[in-house]
């Protein structure tokens, strides 16, 4: 059974950093794709990033120059380093496993997530 465990949420001011991090079990991790989704309340869930078992990797539009998407392997996790937050950023942040394709403006479909890691930007 595939396991997503996120961490390194946390409070923090507009313009502070954070990273997150997402430890998985129960799969090859190396051979699957990877996101990170965020949803707010009254929102939907929204992909953020998102990086294939080829490193390849696709940002939303609204953080790309913020945030950064990265793998390690090794101990099986993923990482979303995220700078410069603004308000609008407060989310439960998800990780998931799914499908990433890079021709795609939906550029990656996730098909399971962890419990989520609260983050909350004050301005």
């Known amino acids: 059974q595939v396991q997503l465990a996120e961490s390194g949420g946390g409070v923090v001011r507009a313009g502070g950093s954070l990273r997150l991090s997402c430890v998985a079990s129960?799969?090859?991790?190396?051979?699957?794709?990877i996101g990170w989704y965020r949803e707010a309340p009254g929102k939907q869930r929204e992909l953020v990033a998102a990086?294939?078992?080829?490193?390849?990797?696709k940002y939303t539009e609204t953080v790309k120059g913020r945030f950064t998407i990265s793998r390690d392997n090794a101990k099986n996790t993923v990482y979303l380093q995220m700078n410069s937050l603004k308000p609008e950023d407060t989310a439960v942040y998800y990780c998931?496993?799914?499908?990433?394709?890079?021709?795609?403006?939906?550029?990656?479909?996730?098909?399971?997530w962890g419990q989520g890691t609260q983050v909350t930007v004050s301005s």
């Open positions: 998931s496993v799914g499908r990433f394709n890079f021709y795609s403006q939906k550029y990656f479909t996730g098909t399971s």
């Open positions: 129960g799969l090859t991790f190396s051979t699957v794709d």
């Open positions: 990086i294939s078992r080829g490193g390849n990797i």
